[in-house]
T-cell receptor, first 115, second 115 residues
Framework: GENVEQHPSTLSVQEGDSAVIKCTYSDSASNYFPWYKQELGKRPQLIIDIRSNVGEKKDQRIAVTLNKTAKHFSLHITETQPEDSAVYFCAAPPRRGSTLGRLYFGRGTQLTVWP | DVKVTQSSRYLVKRTGEKVFLECVQDMDHENMFWYRQDPGLGLRLIYFSYDVKMKEKGDIPEGYSVSREKKERFSLILESASTNQTSMYLC??????????????FGPGTRLTVL
């Protein structure tokens, strides 16, 4: 909802390790949770999203999990590669039923994968 | 393939000048957004529009105005540019649909420097 907190702000991992980024939201009625990746000098692009009727979604090496009770969702990247290095943003909408389409974004996590 | 374009990649203006940033999308999206991106602050919403001639204030509208005369075009206006408006400006668009909130597609960004 209006308050989306993202942690950590920076994350460094060795190539091949896993990385986890977590976001919390304040509005229990929020129903859509996307993750965006922004490589240096490029535009943010959606990498995975989840809606509130699903607890987990996977796409190859990335997955998103949602805990509606605790109001948090997490991005998991396995077998990290140097090309995963980027800034990652989570987001959530203001409230269920909102048709205006806006999202509140977290402040971002700078992920660095060392070879 | 969704395409969101912005009128300039880099722009240098002087304090007090009127500045126009333009954004065009080619996917017939109802929603369009203007964000400002500063290091450590994530993506902050300035204004958004959910239909032609309709606009809503975001979180940091002061010093900005917008115009949406055609569905595909959304303009951000700095009436009197100030040095604290030096930033990266990102435009985005999204489809409304039944879900209400959907993926936002971003433009390449305009890096504005106000001297």
């Amino acid at each position: 909802g209006e308050n989306v907190e993202q942690h950590p702000s920076t994350l460094s991992v060795q190539e091949g390790d896993s990385a986890v980024i977590k976001c919390t939201y304040s509005d229990s009625a929020s129903n859509y949770f996307p993750w965006y990746k922004q490589e240096l000098g490029k535009r943010p692009q959606l990498i995975i999203d989840i809606r509130s009727n699903v607890g987990e979604k996977k796409d190859q090496r990335i997955a998103v999990t949602l805990n509606k009770t605790a109001k948090h969702f997490s991005l998991h990247i396995t077998e990290t590669q140097p090309e995963d290095s980027a800034v990652y943003f989570c987001a959530a909408p203001p409230r269920r039923g909102s048709t205006l389409g806006r999202l509140y974004f977290g402040r971002g996590t700078q992920l660095t994968v060392w070879p | 393939d969704v395409k969101v374009t912005q009128s300039s990649r880099y722009l240098v203006k002087r304090t007090g000048e009127k500045v126009f940033l333009e954004c065009v999308q080619d996917m017939d999206h109802e929603n369009m957004f203007w964000y400002r991106q500063d290091p450590g602050l994530g993506l902050r919403l300035i204004y958004f529009s959910y239909d032609v001639k309709m606009k809503e204030k975001g979180d940091i509208p002061e010093g900005y105005s917008v115009s949406r005369e055609k569905k595909e075009r959304f303009s951000l206006i700095l009436e009197s540019a100030s040095t604290n408006q030096t930033s990266m400006y990102l435009c985005a668009s999204s489809f409304r649909g039944l879900a209400g909130v959907n993926e936002q597609f971003f433009g390449p960004g305009t890096r504005l420097t106000v001297l």
